[in-house]
């Protein structure tokens, strides 16, 4: 079983966050072994139960044994109100509760309160690169993702199987199931327009267009997308500099596979070189280096910066109002000067910032104080 670099504390209570299919259940019943009660609320009688009766959860948990320390709650977004009871329990006891959830959406729905501190928050993303060590194919990544299950398919007919149950899973677990909205066929649409829309600038107005919806609809869906975990809105760099910048947010679906599964394209073989490719090559970066922060612990702010005159950087990375990093990313295997036009351009504008290309090649350069780097190699200087 391939190991993960997320550090999760053995002595204290945790949420741990994460899309459906990322591996959080597995990872806890690998970490926590032994002393350990599971209770899986996306299975339906145990949710019934506790849905009626959520303080049978408190009598349960009082009646348990001193060989139990810890306790999993599965997909906890399930029945909001059992925080209550877990709130009492790490009160008045030395139970350890892990709790996951698939969704944010229920919890701030309900007004349930995370336990105001005493428990810490993780997320858990698709495996990344190091995670796959040799395992890893850039290719495949690119076109099927890296959802474990969807990793641990050897044949690509069973992980574009696997992609598209997914997403029909999604909408009727995770959408339609849980009443996010009222009319399921308007968001089955959407979702395929904000997949074809992907790492592009969100147009609120066009989408409700296509969509036939108004554009506050549209709003909330790509909140119900991050609140499900199921893709981030990367904002608009709002800083001050010398041209008029949008201030328009781009999303990004949080794994390449289920992006193509929810547009439609899963099936269809991914060329190298394409624009799809490019999109899916950046993509796969800012994940990338977004992860590894996240699993770091470490408190960075992400954005992108465009002008109305058509430069663009792809990701800035700041720490409070400073920014840090600027990351231009490339899917080409060889580098070109142009490659950091839009990033001299900004050079003044920060100049305490750092300035990489990623790319697809294999050498290392550095070209007017811009870093050209293999773009494995450039994650692993950003985040170290």
């Known amino acids: 079983m391939l190991s993960r670099i997320i550090n999760l504390p053995k002595n204290h209570s945790f949420f741990l966050f994460g899309a459906r299919g990322t591996g959080k259940t597995q990872l806890l019943k690998r970490e926590f072994s032994e002393n350990t009660l599971y209770i899986d609320l996306l299975n339906l009688e145990t949710e019934a139960k506790y849905q009626l009766q959520p303080e049978s959860l408190y ?15 599965d997909e906890i977004q399930k029945v909001p109100k059992l925080l209550d009871v877990v709130h009492r329990k790490i009160e ?59 990793v641990n398919y050897d044949s690509p007919l069973d992980k574009r199987r696997f992609l598209k149950a997914y997403a029909n899973t ?16 308007p968001f089955r649409k959407f979702l395929q327009v904000a997949a074809q829309s992907h790492g592009q600038e969100v147009n609120y107005s066009k989408i409700s267009r ?7 609809t549209i709003k909330n869906y790509y909140s119900i997308l991050e609140d499900t975990l199921l893709g981030f809105l990367l904002p608009a760099y709002n800083g001050s500099v010398r041209k008029q910048l949008k201030l328009t947010p781009k ?59 058509g430069a663009e950087i792809d990701l800035l990375i700041s720490q409070g109002n400073k920014v840090k990093f600027l990351v231009e990313v490339k899917s080409a295997t060889s580098y070109r000067p142009e490659f950091i036009k839009h990033i001299k351009e900004f050079q003044k504008d920060f100049r305490e910032a750092k300035a990489f290309v990623l790319y697809n090649g294999v050498d290392s350069m550095l070209d007017e104080g811009v870093h050209i780097l293999p773009w494995k190699e450039g994650i692993a200087e950003i985040v170290r």
């Open 251 to 309: 999303f990004y679906l949080f794994d390449t596979g289920v992006k193509r599964a929810m547009e439609g394209t899963v099936d269809f073989d991914l060329n190298h070189g394409s624009y799809e490719y490019g999109v899916l090559f950046e993509t796969l970066v800012i994940a990338e280096i977004q992860r590894y922060f996240a699993y770091q612990e470490k408190e960075y702010q992400f954005s992108y910066l465009a002008t109305d005159g």
């Open 59 to 73: 009598k349960e948990l009082s009646a348990v044994g001193k060989d139990i320390r810890y306790v999993v709650i």
């Open 170 to 185: 999604y909408l009727k677990e995770e959408v339609w199931g849980e009443q996010l909205v009222r009319k399921i066929e």
């Open 210 to 216: 296509d969509v036939g919806v108004d554009a506050n």
């Open 92 to 150: 008045e006891s030395d139970l350890l509760f892990l709790l996951t959830g698939s969704s944010a959406r229920k919890l701030k729905a309900g007004a349930a309160n995370l336990l105001a501190g005493r428990a810490f928050v993780f997320h858990l993303f698709p495996f990344t690169s190091l995670e796959l060590g040799d395992d890893f194919d850039l290719h495949s990544a690119l076109q099927y993702g890296c959802l474990p299950q969807s």
